[in-house]
């Protein structure tokens, strides 16, 4: 009996040792599947997640802000945003601007107004569970000294094939004294999909449950989440708003045909003008995540608690 017992000891540690190799290959299959990758192009860098386009990070000099486009749905491929869509073509996709900084505008077109133009993206992790690139941008206008320059650390990762993220970090250093009166037109933003908005069905809801332009708008909210419904596919963009943010959390400019985004500018103390001296920095987070499923199948909200605890 003694040799039948060794004998089967000996096969359920054969077994279990195949168990335990193929779990392995299954959760590094699970990573590698998950991988991401950025290249960095002529005038954009690109990001792909387990061997599909995400997004890319356009910054042409002759645009009027870089900004990020396709963003594209985990499930669909298809992109959530729009890179320019009626009846506000400047709306491009998922960007960062702002009107009436000392008396320019580095929002709307026409860049004789002012333009945020990229020195030239660094990819610091070029692949893996995430990508790390940096961007030094200058805001200006032609034929004067810049007036701005900001520093933006994007961080972009695919925790599973369901959710895709974007962590935007941006540091605004003034080269001169600053002034930005009051202005709907300001900061992070992002502009779906018609196909998503709320007036072709799609739904806009804030952390508190509060659903739409009337119940959203200029309402202080850590998050927001548009979502829809398209052939089918149910996917959606969330901001998040990082807690060490000034303004936090920030009231919302939020429109039923696609646009949102968290804007302190509109909402300005007494609707005096926002004053940023020369060396002073203003440093601005957020969490982009783009998600399968609604509001509560994406679980927005534990992923806003995960957002503020990670370093």
């Given at each position: 009996?003694?040799?039948?017992?060794?004998?089967?000891?000996?096969?359920?540690?054969?077994?279990?040792?195949?168990?335990?190799?193929?779990?392995?290959?299954?959760?590094?299959?699970?990573?590698?599947?998950?991988?991401?990758?950025?290249?960095?192009?002529?005038?954009?860098?690109?990001?792909?997640?387990?061997?599909?386009?995400?997004?890319?990070?356009?910054?042409a000099p002759l645009q009027k802000?870089?900004?990020?486009?396709?963003?594209?749905?985990?499930?669909?491929?298809?992109?959530?945003?729009?890179?320019?869509?009626?009846?506000?073509?400047?709306?491009?996709?998922?960007?960062?601007?702002?009107?009436?900084?000392?008396?320019?505008?580095?929002?709307?077109?026409?860049?004789?107004?002012?333009?945020?133009v990229s020195q030239g993206p660094?990819?610091?992790?070029?692949?893996?569970?995430?990508?790390?690139?940096?961007?030094?941008?200058?805001?200006?206008?032609?034929?004067?000294?810049?007036?701005?320059?900001?520093?933006?650390?994007?961080?972009?990762?695919?925790?599973?094939?369901?959710?895709?993220?974007?962590?935007?970090?941006?540091?605004?250093?003034?080269?001169?004294?600053?002034?930005?009166?009051?202005?709907?037109?300001?900061?992070?933003?992002?502009?779906?999909?018609?196909?998503?908005?709320?007036?072709?069905?799609?739904?806009?809801?804030?952390?508190?449950?509060?659903?739409?332009?009337?119940?959203?708008?200029?309402?202080?909210?850590?998050?927001?989440?548009?979502?829809?419904?398209?052939?089918?596919?149910?996917?959606?963009?969330?901001?998040?708003?990082?807690?060490?943010?000034?303004?936090?959390?920030?009231?919302?400019?939020?429109?039923?045909?696609?646009?949102?985004?968290?804007?302190?500018?509109?909402?300005?103390?007494?609707?005096?003008?926002?004053?940023?001296?020369?060396?002073?920095?203003?440093?601005?987070?957020?969490?982009?995540?783009?998600?399968?499923?609604?509001?509560?199948?994406?679980?927005?909200?534990?992923?806003?608690?995960?957002?503020?605890?990670?370093?």
């Amino acid at each position: 009996m003694s040799r039948w017992i060794k004998f089967a000891a000996i096969c359920f540690l054969i077994v279990s040792c195949n168990s335990l190799t193929a779990k392995k290959v299954s959760d590094s299959a699970t990573v590698d599947s998950q991988q991401v990758v950025a290249k960095l192009e002529k005038d954009k860098v690109t990001i792909n997640v387990a061997g599909k386009l995400f997004t890319c990070y356009k910054f042409a000099p002759l645009q009027k802000y870089p900004y990020f486009w396709p963003v594209n749905g985990p499930v669909s491929g298809q992109s959530v945003t729009t890179e320019s869509s009626q009846p506000y073509p400047h709306h491009h996709s998922l960007f960062f601007g702002c009107d009436r900084v000392n008396d320019g505008n580095f929002w709307q077109e026409e860049n004789k107004y002012g333009q945020i133009v990229s020195q030239g993206p660094k990819i610091i992790e070029s692949e893996g569970r995430r990508v790390v690139f940096v961007d030094t941008c200058l805001w200006r206008q032609p034929e004067k000294e810049p007036i701005i320059l900001d520093i933006r650390r994007v961080v972009i990762t695919a925790p599973n094939e369901n959710i895709r993220s974007i962590d935007f970090d941006i540091s605004l250093q003034p080269l001169t004294d600053i002034l930005i009166q009051k202005t709907n037109h300001s900061l992070f933003s992002a502009r779906v999909v018609p196909q998503l908005s709320v007036q072709s069905g799609g739904t806009l809801v804030n952390a508190e449950g509060k659903s739409g332009e009337k119940e959203t708008w200029g309402v202080a909210s850590p998050w927001c989440n548009y979502y829809g419904t398209r052939k089918g596919v149910t996917e959606g963009i969330a901001i998040l708003q990082h807690p060490d943010n000034r303004w936090f959390p920030s009231k919302w400019f939020t429109r039923d045909y696609g646009f949102f985004s968290p804007t302190p500018m509109n909402w300005l103390e007494d609707d005096k003008p926002f004053k940023l001296a020369k060396g002073e920095t203003l440093t601005l987070r957020y969490r982009v995540v783009i998600h399968a499923g609604d509001t509560q199948t994406a679980d927005i909200n534990r992923l806003f608690k995960q957002y503020t605890k990670d370093e």
